[in-house]
């Protein structure tokens, strides 16, 4: 029996967490900092690491309370992300692993992601192909074996969220921009326009989202159709692409399961059409673990604790961070 307590202050959520043998989730605890945000359109890093450092402490207390017991190891995201914001995690994270004497272990933010659809009673078993879709990131990861990764396709611009939130932002809908467009799609005609599949033909597993984005800006400077056809148009277009480009690259790895995860990995749609329009089994995490969270963290942690892939207390942070 592994209890990891997983620690996530990447960028605007502080996330503790207590998992069990590297699956179980024992506590989650997410303090979102979307509302104190929401003013700006965006994240405000000298405010986010602020918030981070405030309830960072009660969120451990909160979760270790929850859990009981003790502890085996400390994992906490390392980077890439907002500087400020990671140091806060770390070294939090750095300082209880002194005074308890465990392990520490420093882990990448699109690697915890991975790990987040190990969180469940059927944890997927490798080799895989990972459609990793977030805020920062839209690529897809052929995965041979735990901690091994081969970047075979990412974007040339946007992000997939990014779009979304700049997206929902054109239409005057709420940050962040990926629950409130599905939310508006929902009511909308998905045929109503057809926006750009961009890159979708020929062999090359890249990803291009800011085309995207500008059509919908030229869209709305004509005569503006209704906002519910405009969103359900985008979520189906911005989809599209990435069923597109997962077949493709499902074709050519010849992976026989796909894993799907990221903040995007809680949208409705993308979800049910992997689900059935792809002839591979797809793992995802459940809804409440797709946004960042410090059990796929602890998750993450546990597997590297596991092959004895552990860090020190000179690990650093690094805004910049590749997976390989
Ligand atoms: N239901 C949804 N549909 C589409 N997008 C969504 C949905 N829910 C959240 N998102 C998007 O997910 C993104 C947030 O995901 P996440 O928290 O993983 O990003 P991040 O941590 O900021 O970036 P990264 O993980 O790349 O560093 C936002 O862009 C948000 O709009
Ligand atoms: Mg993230």
Same mark, same amino acid.
């Given at each position: 029996m592994t209890r990891v307590l997983g620690i996530e202050t990447s960028c605007d959520e502080t996330g503790v967490a207590v998992v069990e043998n590297g699956h179980n989730v024992l506590v989650n605890e997410v303090a979102s900092q979307v509302a104190i945000h929401a003013p700006f359109g965006g994240v405000v890093p000298e405010i986010a690491s602020r918030h981070h450092t405030e309830c960072i402490s009660q969120l451990t207390r909160l979760a270790l309370d929850a859990a009981g017991g003790t502890i085996d190891a400390i994992a906490a995201t390392c980077g890439p992300g907002l500087t400020g914001s990671l140091l806060v995690g770390m070294n939090f994270g750095k300082a209880l692993s002194y005074a308890w004497g465990v392990p520490f272990v420093p882990v990448h933010h699109i690697e915890g992601h991975i790990y987040s659809a190990f969180l469940g009673p059927d944890p997927p078993e490798f080799p895989l192909l990972a459609l990793i879709v977030s805020g920062g990131h839209t690529c897809l990861i052929w995965c041979p074996e735990p901690h091994v990764y081969e970047i075979i396709g990412t974007t040339r611009d946007d992000a997939v969220g990014e779009c979304f939130d700049k997206v929902a932002r054109l239409l005057g809908l709420p940050y962040p921009g990926g629950p409130s467009i599905q939310k508006a799609a929902e009511g909308g005609n998905p045929r109503a326009l057809d926006f750009p599949r961009a890159m /979708?033909?020929? #062999?090359?597993?890249e990803f291009s989202y800011s085309g995207l984005k500008t059509a919908v800006l030229y869209a709305l400077k004509k005569d503006p159709p209704p906002v519910p056809d405009v969103a359900a148009s985008f979520q189906y277009a911005a989809m599209d692409i990435l069923l597109i480009k997962t077949k493709l690259a499902i074709q050519k790895t010849g992976a026989a399961r796909l894993l799907l995860a990221g903040g995007? /990995? /809680?949208?409705k749609h993308l979800r049910e059409r992997l689900a059935s329009e792809l002839d591979v089994p797809v793992s995802m995490p459940p809804f409440s673990l797709?946004? #960042?969270?410090?059990a796929m963290i602890a998750a993450a942690g546990a597997s590297r604790l596991a092959r004895g892939m552990v860090g020190d207390l000179r690990a650093g942070v690094f805004a910049s961070l590749p997976l390989s």
């Amino acid at each position: 029996m592994t209890r990891v307590l997983g620690i996530e202050t990447s960028c605007d959520e502080t996330g503790v967490a207590v998992v069990e043998n590297g699956h179980n989730v024992l506590v989650n605890e997410v303090a979102s900092q979307v509302a104190i945000h929401a003013p700006f359109g965006g994240v405000v890093p000298e405010i986010a690491s602020r918030h981070h450092t405030e309830c960072i402490s009660q969120l451990t207390r909160l979760a270790l309370d929850a859990a009981g017991g003790t502890i085996d190891a400390i994992a906490a995201t390392c980077g890439p992300g907002l500087t400020g914001s990671l140091l806060v995690g770390m070294n939090f994270g750095k300082a209880l692993s002194y005074a308890w004497g465990v392990p520490f272990v420093p882990v990448h933010h699109i690697e915890g992601h991975i790990y987040s659809a190990f969180l469940g009673p059927d944890p997927p078993e490798f080799p895989l192909l990972a459609l990793i879709v977030s805020g920062g990131h839209t690529c897809l990861i052929w995965c041979p074996e735990p901690h091994v990764y081969e970047i075979i396709g990412t974007t040339r611009d946007d992000a997939v969220g990014e779009c979304f939130d700049k997206v929902a932002r054109l239409l005057g809908l709420p940050y962040p921009g990926g629950p409130s467009i599905q939310k508006a799609a929902e009511g909308g005609n998905p045929r109503a326009l057809d926006f750009p599949r961009a890159m /979708a033909k020929g #062999d090359s597993l890249e990803f291009s989202y800011s085309g995207l984005k500008t059509a919908v800006l030229y869209a709305l400077k004509k005569d503006p159709p209704p906002v519910p056809d405009v969103a359900a148009s985008f979520q189906y277009a911005a989809m599209d692409i990435l069923l597109i480009k997962t077949k493709l690259a499902i074709q050519k790895t010849g992976a026989a399961r796909l894993l799907l995860a990221g903040g995007v /990995a /809680a949208n409705k749609h993308l979800r049910e059409r992997l689900a059935s329009e792809l002839d591979v089994p797809v793992s995802m995490p459940p809804f409440s673990l797709c946004i #960042d969270n410090g059990a796929m963290i602890a998750a993450a942690g546990a597997s590297r604790l596991a092959r004895g892939m552990v860090g020190d207390l000179r690990a650093g942070v690094f805004a910049s961070l590749p997976l390989s």
